[in-house]
């Protein structure tokens, strides 16, 4: 890899050489060897470097090596997954510009200010190229000093996720919404993380709502996206009984620097982008998220109204986003007619690993509550009309998911790549399984791009015995994220058990084992997790909603859980090995803060990821 860097670069040097020729020569009387004296004092003359950005950069690409202090990265670290729009860091005061190179190619020349750098990965919409989701890139930065001398290099391989960062300060941001109910107002809060801490803000830094006092359900779901691909990241939002329970959706984009701007869209505040439902009773919006189908670098809107089995797909339009519209004229309609709760939750991924995003979405009613899943394969970028592969809700362990009552096989869905193998495998829950007590199954994907998954699991997880959960029910895997809690390199898995602990409510963390992804476990016959967490007391909705994260990017995830009834949203910071280790908040364990709010109830009944 060193040695096509060097290539790249000694390339870059030749083939800026005549273009640039004419401008030195006004510069320097030797550009290559010598620069002035007032050039290296940084007199301010607009010959010199200080003024000239090109002539500085043809002197540093044609510096010799030297010794430099050291240029660090601050939000990624090897193995991270990329949540931001931008690469910060600090370099040593002797250190004034930086060569970035990605896959080995220098591509740019940063400057640095009062200590610190910054780079704007590909995006679409600014540098006109961008990286698909899950793809895995080495990113490499080399300092420069007054002289031309450069210092070491710097490498790091990292994998792309969804954008998370609001403001464009290089570290994820935490969107979450509040919505408790039809008659109560929901909100969308913003939460900005410290880049010295790495730590969500205690309280929202910006607040949407539309202003509403009822009637509407705004927040039931939020989601992420950048869809209109300046590198920073936009918010979206249901709001599904509005106009009648016909459900609408709306977009707030990123300002920038500022990030996303709070607003009430009843008085005066205006959504970047509104899209309407056209069905009564459809409840467009019960599901939202962004994710980029059509593989052109700008996420897409995924819709679902399972109320009415419909799912709909609109694509963003490029540097304006998602233009307003309604239902009838969505990219894509999926309504299979079935009268299954199609469309109950959509996740996106590439499960055969041509490079093209590829959709699943479950139907948890399907055959008396059996539940199954929809796979939809892309063809370079275009989503087929019909699925190529229905899945199942297996029917075993005993009693099955075709027991009575069945097991809502999908109620939660994740596609991660688990066992490394560059296809996304489908994580899917059945937290109904045997009255209540709750499965988790995984399926491998094998790559094809006919019928990637096996009716039988690669791994089962099944929940504690109902016996020690309130109200003699657990819900085992109500909830489920994936993040790298001990930075491996493999995607661990969250379960929530809302009802678990007598009612306090659990979240059960399972670490990878490496290529053979996680490894089953019977909760209520002698098997365990890797680490446990239990809400602070009863039934207060501890586990409704997590999600793990990488917020400071030293490359391991860290946990949020959501206790809506509390009004609380729970921060764990991981210590690298489980994750945070065993907490019990009713007796002593503790998290590393809090989140709450002042406006809304049922905070964090929803968080983007």
Not at 97 to 112: H, N
Not at 143 to 161: A, C, D, E, R, S
Request: charge should be negative.
């Amino acid at each position: 890899m060193l040695f096509y860097w060097k290539l790249h670069r000694s390339l870059l040097r030749i083939s800026i050489l005549s273009i640039l020729t004419g401008l030195l020569i006004h510069c320097w009387a030797n550009p290559i060897i010598r620069p002035s004296a007032e050039c290296l004092v940084e007199i301010n003359n607009s010959l010199c470097p200080k003024d000239n950005p090109y002539a500085l950069g043809a002197l540093l690409l044609f510096s010799g090596q030297g010794s430099l202090g050291a240029v660090t990265i601050s939000n990624l670290s090897e193995r991270s997954v990329v949540h931001t729009g931008f690469l910060v860091g600090k370099a040593a005061s002797d250190v004034k510009l930086i060569i970035i190179s990605l896959d080995g190619v220098a591509t740019s020349i940063v400057g640095v200010n009062s200590g610190t750098w910054k780079y704007q990965f590909p995006t679409s919409a600014v540098t006109g190229s961008y990286w698909k989701k899950g793809t895995k890139h080495i990113v490499s930065l080399q300092g420069i000093n007054g002289f031309g001398q450069t210092g070491p290099i710097t490498t790091i391989q990292v994998k792309k996720g969804t954008n998370l960062d609001t403001n464009g300060d290089g570290y994820p941001d935490l969107l979450v919404t509040a919505s408790p109910g039809n008659a109560v107002q929901g909100y969308g809060f913003v939460y900005l993380t410290n880049p010295e801490t790495g730590i969500p803000s205690s309280l929202p830094d910006s607040t949407v709502t539309d202003g509403l006092p009822s009637g509407t359900f705004f927040g039931d779901w939020g989601g992420a996206g950048d869809f209109n691909g300046d590198g920073y990241a936009d918010m979206i939002v249901g709001s599904q009984a509005i106009n009648g329970a016909v459900g609408r959706v709306y977009i707030f984009h990123s300002s920038g620097a500022n990030g996303i701007l709070s607003r009430n869209l009843n008085s005066g505040g205006v959504a970047s982008t509104v899209l309407d439902g056209v069905t009564g009773g459809g409840r467009l919006g019960s599901f939202v998220m962004g994710g980029d189908i059509n593989n052109d670098g700008y996420d897409d809107a995924v819709l679902s109204s399972p109320w009415n089995d419909e799912t709909f797909l609109f694509y963003s339009q490029g540097a304006s986003g998602i233009a307003t519209q309604n239902t009838n004229t969505a990219n894509r309609s999926y309504v299979p007619g079935a009268n299954d709760n199609f469309g109950s939750q959509s996740a996106v991924g590439d499960i055969n690993g041509d490079g093209y995003a590829d959709l699943v979405v479950s139907a948890t009613t399907y055959n008396s509550g059996q539940g199954r899943a929809y796979i939809y394969l892309s063809n370079a970028g275009v989503l087929p009309p019909s699925p190529q592969e229905y899945l199942l809700g297996p029917t075993s362990p005993s009693p099955g998911c075709t027991f009575t009552g069945g097991c809502a096989f999908g109620g939660t869905i994740v596609l991660s790549d688990l066992n490394g193998d560059s296809c996304a495998d489908l994580i899917a829950s059945g937290s109904a399984f045997n009255t209540n007590q709750g499965i988790v199954f995984i399926h491998h994907s094998d790559c094809s791009s006919s019928t990637p998954f096996s009716s039988t699991p690669n791994t089962i997880l099944v929940g504690p015995s109902n016996s020690t959960c309130t109200p003699n029910t657990c819900s085992f895997g109500n909830i489920l994220s994936v993040g790298d809690t001990n930075g491996d390199g493999f995607p661990d898995l969250l379960v929530g058990t809302i009802f678990g602990s007598s009612g306090k409510g659990n979240v059960y963390l399972f670490l990878n084992t490496g290529s053979g992804g996680i490894a089953s476990a019977d909760l209520s016959s002698g098997g365990s997790s890797n680490a446990v967490l239990t809400g602070i007391t009863t039934l207060t909705g501890f586990a409704q909603m997590l999600r793990l994260l990488d917020f400071n990017g030293d490359g391991f995830s860290d946990l949020l859980v959501s206790s809506p009834t509390a009004n609380k949203i729970y921060y764990f910071k991981s210590n690298k090995d489980s994750g945070p280790g065993n907490q019990d908040l009713s007796s002593g364990g503790t998290s590393t803060s809090i989140l709450s709010t002042s406006a809304g109830q049922s905070l964090g009944n929803s968080i983007a990821f």
